[in-house]
């Protein structure tokens, strides 16, 4: 499996794909590719009859400079997982020049609030950065579909956001989120932890579960002050949020409808690493 580098291969191999009468899948992604990433390119595979992964590591939706750094690029490792999966699959993995020229920067988008509360409250233009390279990937290679995990849910919701507004004729799909067998949802930075810390990581999910179980009975901020305390009570974390909020909007929970669908996110560093969750509630 030979990686496409060029914006003009791609969008000449894209083009001949629609030509032939094909469906044409797009999962983005930033590379570091793990099991989450593998089921999403699965099911994308089950859905079109062509699919193609971009792998990018996007500075854009960078605000901290040492996270990019530390960012792992794994092309070869990520190509060999690609090819133990049988169906007509081919890699984008251009350089940062080839997409940004020589202007690194972001567009600016209206994302109507979406993109101001809990990722976008902690990490400055983030949402700007991710916007700019899915439209960038959208209008290049115009899929049918595109897929996205659901474990980024902040994020799928700012690009349906974004597909809405730019009017692109493509279907985002959002991908329920793979954990390991103790929970914890996948993420390339896992594997940044220590084995012990690691272990403690479960934490996460079990304290997530526990507050959807309060949920039923209690209110939203009696819920967030349990998970704020549980946080506190364990050495290891850091808890920079926890937010209840409406699944659609993303506006914070002031009082329960039972006719809307709710969901708790939260982020917190563990041995110096990021980590988020998400959890539906109800």
Same mark, same amino acid.
């Given at each position: 499996? %030979?990686?496409?580098?060029? %914006? ?22 930033? !590379? ?71 202007? +690194? ?23 700007? !950065? ?75 999910? %079990? ?10 009975? %209690? =209110? ?28 659609? =909007?993303?506006?914070? +929970? ?29």
């Amino acid at each position: 499996m %030979k990686p496409l580098k060029t %914006k003009s291969e791609i969008r000449e191999f894209a083009l001949s794909v629609r030509e032939s009468g094909k469906t044409l899948g797009l999962v983005p992604t930033m !590379g570091a590719l793990h099991r989450g990433h593998l089921e999403i390119v699965r099911r994308a595979l089950d859905e079109n009859n062509v699919v193609i992964v971009s792998i990018f590591v996007n500075p854009t939706q960078f605000n901290n400079p040492e996270d990019l750094d530390k960012y792992p690029r794994t092309l070869e490792s990520d190509l060999d997982k690609l090819r133990d999966i049988s169906g007509d699959l081919h890699v984008f993995a251009p350089a940062v020049s080839e997409m940004y020229g020589d202007s +690194v920067v972001s567009r600016k988008y209206n994302f109507r609030g979406l993109d101001q509360v809990m990722e976008g409250a902690f990490r400055d233009g983030h949402f700007d !950065g991710v916007g700019t390279i899915v439209e960038a990937l959208l209008r290049l290679i115009s899929p049918h579909r595109a897929y996205f995990g659901e474990k980024d849910y902040q994020q799928l919701q700012v690009i349906r956001k974004l597909v809405e507004s730019t009017r692109l004729p493509v279907e985002i799909i959002g991908c329920p989120i793979i954990r390991e067998a103790d929970g914890l949802a996948m993420s390339s930075r896992n594997g940044r932890l220590t084995k012990r810390l690691r272990e403690e990581a479960a934490f996460i999910h %079990k304290t997530l579960q526990e507050a959807k179980k309060r949920f039923g009975t %209690k =209110s939203a901020l009696k819920v967030k002050q349990y998970v704020e305390e549980a946080f506190a009570a364990h050495p290891d974390f850091e808890l920079e949020y926890i937010e209840i909020a409406d699944a659609r =909007s993303l506006k914070p +929970v002031q009082r329960k409808n039972r006719n809307k669908k709710y969901r708790a996110f939260l982020a917190a560093y563990l041995g110096g690493v990021r980590l988020i969750d998400n959890l539906a509630l109800n």
